[in-house]
């Protein structure tokens, strides 16, 4: 009996070591998903998006569906003896105004021609590949390398507030210098592919494209339901010589593979801007509520982090409100209020923020834009 009893302990013992030791890296699944993002093969065509970013929502012989996470993007095309040469892509979540242009390394003619579409963030190419060749997809707008001004929205915490999200949308299309609309995440309540499709339908009323990483919102459902629908929950990209970069803390701390990326993106961004995103605040300048890290001791490593690679603004959400205040002397906002439970008593409610920058590469200023 004593025998068994100590069996038992000890089985417990072993399953709190191992239970512990998986959540040590809570985010580890989703760093391995980021890596299988924008890869796809069908009809004797292999397509690599460069950096993974787009999702490949559909392949099949002679058809590819891309949803966008970056203003630009490189498809990287190896085809074989005999493959399906005449191809339909197209784009979602793609920047309006973006031209496509492909290259051959056998120097083979590529046919592209435009379909027409009815929605601004939907673009269509027929495209003849030439056989057993490689190939480079190059997808940009044709003022993406000039630094001049321009604006960007930051809109996250939408939630159980999709329903009416229209008149946010439709207030972001009233500024044509808004060029597209970054997010900390929380598009909606659980993470479901219903409501994840609801929200990318309800996009098609945004004329410009939504880039986002993830909140804690969309880790309730299977996490594969957000890389199919949108791609990575880490993103990098540039635009206008200005570097962004959207990285997963949805469980209030960021994977040890993650930060080996983010040190190597601010490196490349070190003498531009660098405009970083992510769910949760670090350090909650509140500090009377769960609205930041869960370790003060990997929030200060983070902040060092984006201190000494010159990072020049931070955009927090996961609270449902509007803050502005400085972390390690970096300007820091937090701005949740697409349209969950507002934050009580506070005077803000729903909103959005248009960051304006400057030519040149300056931020000029963030400014809050109240809806109700």
Sequence with gaps: MINKIYKIIFFFFILTIIIQVSCLRPAEERADLDRKVGKGNAGGVHFDVQNGLAAVRK???????????????RIDVETELGCTSDWILTLKNCMP????????????????DSITSTISTELQWSISLPQDDSIIIEINSPD??????????????????????????????????????ISTGDLVTFGKKSELRKFQRKLKILNIPFFSTVGNHELGSEPENWFHYFGRANVNFSFKGVHF??????NATIDPDVYKWLKDWLGNAKDDIHIFATHFSPIDPIGL??????????????????????????????????????????PAY??????????QFDGIGRHFLITDVLSGNKIKSVSVMLID
């Design 59 to 73: 392949i099949e012989a002679g058809e590819l569906e891309l949803w966008l996470q970056a203003p630009g993007i």
């Design 97 to 112: 105004d973006a031209e496509l242009n492909a290259v051959s390394d056998e120097g083979n003619e590529i046919i592209i």
């Design 144 to 181: 993406s390398d000039i630094e001049d001004e321009f604006k960007f929205a930051v809109l996250s915490d939408i939630q159980d507030g999709i329903d009416k999200v229209d008149d946010i949308y439709n207030l972001i299309n009233e500024y044509p210098m808004i060029r597209f609309v």
């Design 245 to 250: 970069s959207l990285i997963d803390s949805g």
């Design 289 to 330: 509520r769960n609205g930041s890290f869960a370790s003060r001791k990997e929030a200060a490593k983070l902040l060092s982090l984006l201190a000494r690679g010159n990072v020049d603004v931070t955009f927090y959400g996961h609270v449902h409100s509007f803050y502005e205040f400085s972390n390690a002397g970096i």
């Design 334 to 343: 937090i701005s949740g209020g697409g349209g969950g439970v507002p934050e």
